[in-house]
């Protein structure tokens, strides 16, 4: 089955704990991006790819970084977590930057305490 | 700055005609996007616009106005499985492929 496969879904850290959270497709999708979504902010992008090891950031990449070694995988580091940074996050896929449709996984909820 | 602007919530009736509007300011513009998301659950693509006028699927129709920075998402026939929050998008500027999102719009269908 073609899928965006987030973990962990659930997370309860504390303040400064190094995470990774991860992101995989199986359906040999080229950009990649990572999305998070606030009450009243909407879904904000935090970082993107276009491919193996091309990163770009989007709006609120402060405090995360990306890497993008295989096509299928992204993940999204938190180096350094702070309670702001407690959300609900979406990693997403599509064939290509310019394709009309992402894949949203299922999310992973993030809380740091 | 960018800015995307979609009302907070909406009620219908099953079976009637509801129309959601988005507005946006954003620096360049590669294509206008909807996306469906119920409670709980993640976004699913509904429709692309990329050049003026309307794009029509099944019960889904969204139209572009690229100079007047307007879309509107038109759901017809009305179903239940409908109420979910409805997420206007932008990509651009040319070049990138960042999106900004709106806040969404909360869709209540009524029996």
């Known amino acids: 089955e073609a899928q965006v496969t987030q973990n962990p879904r659930y997370l309860i850290t504390v303040t400064g704990k190094k995470l990774t959270v991860t992101c995989s497709q199986n359906m040999n999708h080229e950009y990649m991006s990572w999305y998070r979504q606030d009450p009243g902010l909407g879904l904000r992008q935090i970082y993107y790819?276009?491919?193996?090891?091309?990163?770009d950031k989007g709006d609120v990449p402060e405090g995360y970084k990306v890497s993008r070694k295989e096509k299928r995988n992204f993940p999204l580091i938190l180096e350094s977590p702070s309670p702001n940074q407690t959300s609900l996050y979406f990693c997403?896929?599509?064939?290509?930057?310019?394709?009309?449709?992402?894949?949203f996984g299922p999310g992973t909820r993030l809380t740091v305490t | 700055g960018q800015n995307i602007d979609q009302p907070t919530e909406m009620t219908a009736t099953e079976g009637a005609i509801v129309q959601i509007n988005c507005t946006y300011q954003?620096?360049?513009?590669?294509?206008l996007f909807w996306y469906q998301q119920h409670a709980g659950e993640a976004p699913t693509f509904l429709s692309y616009n990329v050049l003026d006028g309307l794009e029509e699927k099944g019960r889904f129709s969204s139209f572009l106005s690229r100079s007047k920075g307007y879309s509107y998402l038109l759901l017809k026939e009305l179903q239940m499985k409908d109420s979910a929050s409805y997420l206007c998008a932008v990509r651009g500027p040319s070049g990138t492929y960042k999106y900004i999102f709106g806040t969404g719009t909360r869709l209540k269908v009524l029996a």
């Open positions: 954003t620096s360049g513009f590669n294509g």
């Open positions: 790819s276009m491919n193996v090891e091309v990163t």
């Open positions: 997403a896929s599509s064939l290509g930057g310019g394709a009309h449709e992402q894949y």
